[in-house]
C-alpha cells in the first residue's frame, strides 16, 4: 500500500511538473490562438452573409425598379 502511495505521489509530481513546463504553455497558447482564430472565422462568415443578404435586396429592388419603368413605358405608350 505504501508502493502504490508513492507511485501516485511520483504521478502527481510529474502531472505538476508538465503543466509547469513549456510543453503545456505552449499548448495553452495554441488553444487561444485557435480560439481567436475561430472567433476571427464566425466573424467573417456573418459578415459575408450580411453582405449577400445586401446584394440580393439591391438586385430585388433593381428588378422591381425595371418592372416599375417597363410598367411606366407601356403605360406611355398606350398613351402616345
Sequence with gaps: QLNELHELLLAKHNLIERINSNEFITCFKRAKHLHEVMAAYSHTIE?????IKQLEINQYNKFNFDKRCQK??????AVE
Design 72 to 77: 411606366w413605358n407601356d403605360y406611355i405608350q
Design 47 to 51: 459578415l459575408i452573409k450580411n453582405r
